[in-house]
C-alpha cells in the first residue's frame, strides 16, 4: 500500500523553550551625565539581577543595530514574559532604548519521522482524525520529544561569539509549501548534512514564529570563532532549500 502523505501535508513538530531576543542601544550620553558612582550603582545591581537570571545571556553588538543584545529561554512564555520585566526594571534600563525584538519557540519539524509514520498509518488502514489515527500521532510524538528532551530544552551555549537571525520560506515564484512533503524532506535533509559538519564548531538552535513574531523562524549560532558563522551561513546558500527556497531577515 502507499503512503498517503495528504493528512500531513504540515510535517509534524515539536516545541520546546520559548525564546526572547531583545535588543538596545544604549544612550552614553544620559548613562555618563549621572557621574561614576552612580554608574557603578546601575552597574552592580544589573550584574547582581543577571546573575540570579538562569537561562539569559548577555552579548555585546557590532553595528549600528544596537549595543547589547540579551537572550532568554525560559520554560514558559509566562517566565519569559517576566525575564522581561525584570529587565525592565532595572536602574540600568533607563539607559536602554530598544531598537527591535524577537519571540519564538525552540522548534524540531520531524520531516523523517512524519513519512515513516504515514507509511505505517496506511498500512495498519486507519482513517485520518479517527481515535486511533489520533492515538497514533500522539504515541509518537511523545516517544520523540522524550528522545530529543535536550534539544528542546537546551541550555545557552557558553560561546563568546553569538548570530541571530529570522527567515522564511518562499511562497511566490518557488513556492515552499506547494512542494510534496517527501521533495520537502529530501531537501531539508540535504540540507542538515551541511550543518553537521560543523558540529562542535558551531551550536545551532531553530525556533519557530509563525505567529509569534514576523517571520517564520529563528536560527541562533553560537562560535568561539565568529568566522566560522560567515562559511557555515554561505555553504548552505548553494543548497536548494536555500537557493531556491530561502529568504533571509537581518542578521544580529
Known amino acids: 500500500?502507499?503512503?498517503?502523505?495528504?493528512?500531513?501535508?504540515?510535517?509534524?513538530?515539536?516545541?520546546?523553550?520559548?525564546?526572547?531576543?531583545?535588543?538596545?542601544?544604549?544612550?552614553?550620553?544620559?548613562?555618563?551625565?549621572?557621574?561614576?558612582?552612580?554608574?557603578r550603582d546601575l552597574a552592580h545591581e544589573a550584574a547582581a539581577a543577571f546573575g540570579e537570571m538562569k537561562g539569559t545571556a548577555l552579548f555585546a553588538m557590532l553595528g549600528h543595530?544596537?549595543?547589547?543584545?540579551?537572550?532568554?529561554?525560559?520554560?514558559?512564555f509566562d517566565q519569559l514574559h517576566q525575564a522581561e520585566l525584570n529587565v525592565a526594571r532595572l536602574g540600568l534600563s533607563q539607559f536602554l532604548e530598544p531598537t527591535t525584538s524577537y519571540v519564538s519557540v525552540v522548534e524540531l519539524g520531524l520531516y523523517d519521522s512524519t513519512i515513516r509514520l504515514a507509511g505505517s498509518l496506511a498500512q495498519k488502514e486507519l482513517?485520518?482524525?479517527?481515535?486511533?489515527?489520533?492515538?497514533?500521532?500522539?504515541?509518537?510524538?511523545?516517544?520523540?520529544?522524550?528522545?530529543?528532551?535536550?534539544?528542546?530544552?537546551?541550555?545557552?551555549p557558553r560561546r563568546r561569539y553569538h548570530c541571530f537571525y529570522p527567515m522564511d520560506k518562499k511562497r511566490a515564484e518557488a513556492n515552499w509549501y506547494s512542494l510534496p512533503m517527501s521533495q520537502r524532506g529530501k531537501l531539508m535533509r540535504e540540507h542538515g548534512m551541511?550543518?553537521?559538519?560543523?558540529?562542535?564548531a558551531v551550536t545551532q538552535i531553530i525556533s519557530g514564529s509563525i505567529?509569534?513574531?514576523n517571520w517564520e523562524w529563528g536560527v541562533d549560532?553560537?562560535?568561539?570563532?565568529p568566522v566560522v558563522f560567515k562559511r557555515?551561513?554561505?555553504?548552505?546558500?548553494?543548497d536548494e532549500a536555500s537557493a531556491l527556497y530561502a529568504v533571509f531577515g537581518p542578521f544580529y
Open 211 to 213: 505567529g509569534f513574531d
Open 127 to 156: 482513517t485520518p482524525g479517527s481515535p486511533e489515527w489520533e492515538a497514533e500521532v500522539s504515541g509518537t510524538l511523545e516517544q520523540q520529544r522524550k528522545s530529543m528532551h535536550p534539544r528542546l530544552w537546551p541550555e545557552i
Open 232 to 238: 557555515l551561513i554561505y555553504e548552505m546558500r548553494f
Open 221 to 225: 549560532l553560537f562560535a568561539d570563532d
Open 1 to 39: 500500500m502507499s503512503t498517503d502523505l495528504a493528512p500531513f501535508a504540515a510535517p509534524l513538530t515539536l516545541e520546546g523553550s520559548p525564546i526572547l531576543h531583545q535588543m538596545f542601544s544604549i544612550n552614553w550620553k544620559a548613562l555618563r551625565q549621572v557621574g561614576a558612582d552612580a554608574q
Open 65 to 76: 543595530k544596537g549595543d547589547l543584545q540579551i537572550v532568554h529561554f525560559r520554560e514558559t
Open 194 to 200: 551541511i550543518g553537521r559538519k560543523y558540529a562542535g
